[in-house]
Nanobody
């Protein structure tokens, strides 16, 4: 599975950005798609995730401002609104899938930089 992310950039505080991540390959069994971010000097953290059944999960810091969604081509989107300076960081998409051995597998896309100017 390969993940290709796009959509980052520079935006003023209060603005919006939409990130996309296209998954290429075969998912085995159930899967979860997610977005993580890493700010300078900080650990990578979960921003939002969505299961193949459409169940979503958000970090408290982005609830009400960010929306995660996916389509049938297994592209995951992150619509970010009311952006704050503290949303600045490198955003990574992630996929968790099954495998023929039963073990769960994890894949990462390349990061995309989001910079929010205050």
């Amino acid at each position: 599975v390969q993940l290709q992310a796009s959509g980052g950039g520079l935006v003023q505080a209060g603005g919006s950005l939409r990130l996309s991540c296209a998954a290429h390959g075969t998912f085995i069994g159930s899967y979860v798609l997610g977005w993580f971010r890493q700010a300078p000097g900080k650990q990578r953290e979960l921003v939002a995730s969505i299961t193949d059944g459409g169940i979503t999960l958000y970090a408290d810091s982005v609830k009400g401002r960010f929306t995660i969604s996916r389509d049938n081509t297994i592209t995951v989107y992150l619509q970010m609104s009311s952006l704050k300076h503290e949303d600045t960081g490198v955003y990574y998409c992630n996929a968790e899938t099954g495998s023929y051995t039963g073990a769960r597998k994890y894949y990462w896309g390349q990061g995309t930089q989001v910079t929010v100017s205050s």
